[in-house]
């Protein structure tokens, strides 16, 4: 690898992303900035030639940078800046190794599934790296979310919202909603209630090749019923009720470099300790 496309959010640091683009080119290899703010639209195909995305910030800006990884074509890696950083192989102390790395092409990728989610009848689907997320609307009142697994009723649950995630994004929302670590190398598709009014609901473990099918309800015929699906945190859309929210393995997946020597489990052990 000799080319990159180095991706972060504007408040990181201009030195730090200066000595990305220095290392870089000190090891024989050159790199084009891209510094965005809260847009995937900002990333295009027009850069020809890349070998690899390097995000720089946390595994949300990761997660991001991955759509621009996808337009182009490439794998990508994440420099930490942040607290966890789950999905980033690098930080700042072994920043310069790591590039030393790609340019030798010393490392491994591996293949992460995505979701792909529609609002029934409209067949615009959307994508994404970590979670599709059902959330209430403003206010203190629950929503009501049939649950359909190929077709065949699941569950009602009255909650403040739904999580789907990707095991790659189990680490995200999912986990601060008490839901299950799973391997991100594996393929499955996590269910998650937020704030269930229950007390026997629970996360499910899905098959990664199931149909989930989602319908907001009416609780009360003198309430506005409406919800909000968001992908990988963007593109917010409005449900409202009677709507039927479509989730199912993409066709697509995201390539993630890997250096560590570390397994899965020895990385987030590492990682529990920094907490």
């Known amino acids: 690898m000799k080319r990159f496309l180095v991706y972060a959010r504007s408040n990181v640091k201009r030195e730090i992303l200066d000595s990305i683009v220095n290392t870089v080119k000190n090891y024989g290899g050159s790199a084009e900035l891209s510094i965005v703010n809260d847009t995937e639209e900002e990333i295009d195909d027009k850069i020809d030639g890349i070998d690899a995305v390097i995000s720089v910030g946390g595994d949300g800006t990761l997660v991001s940078a991955a759509k621009a990884a996808k337009v182009l074509h490439v794998p990508i890696v994440g420099i930490n800046l942040g607290h966890m950083g789950y999905l980033c192989d690098l930080d700042i102390d072994n920043m310069e190794d790591g590039i030393k790395s790609l340019i030798n092409d010393d490392f491994e990728v591996e293949e992460r599934m995505m979701l792909s989610g529609y609002l029934g009848g409209e067949k615009r ?56 670590i799973v391997d991100p190398t594996t393929q499955v598709i996590l269910l998650n209630p937020i704030n269930p009014h229950t007390l026997n609901s629970r996360p499910i473990v899905l098959d990664k090749d199931v149909d989930v099918s989602v319908v907001l309800n009416t609780r009360h015929d003198f309430e506005k019923e409406e919800a909000y699906v968001s992908f990988d945190g963007e593109k917010r859309v409005l449900l409202k009720k009677g709507d039927e929210l479509l989730v199912h393995r993409s066709e697509h997946t995201t390539k993630m470099i890997r250096f560590s020597k570390l397994n899965f489990l020895e990385r987030i052990s590492e990682k529990f300790k920094e907490d």
């Open 125 to 180: 689907l959307r994508r994404a790296l970590n979670d599709v997320v059902i959330s209430k609307g403003p206010g203190l009142n629950v929503i009501n979310l049939s649950v359909y697994i190929d077709g065949k009723f699941l569950y009602s649950y009255n909650c403040d919202g739904i999580i789907f995630s990707t095991p790659t994004g189990s680490t995200g929302y999912n986990l601060s909603a008490n839901g299950p």
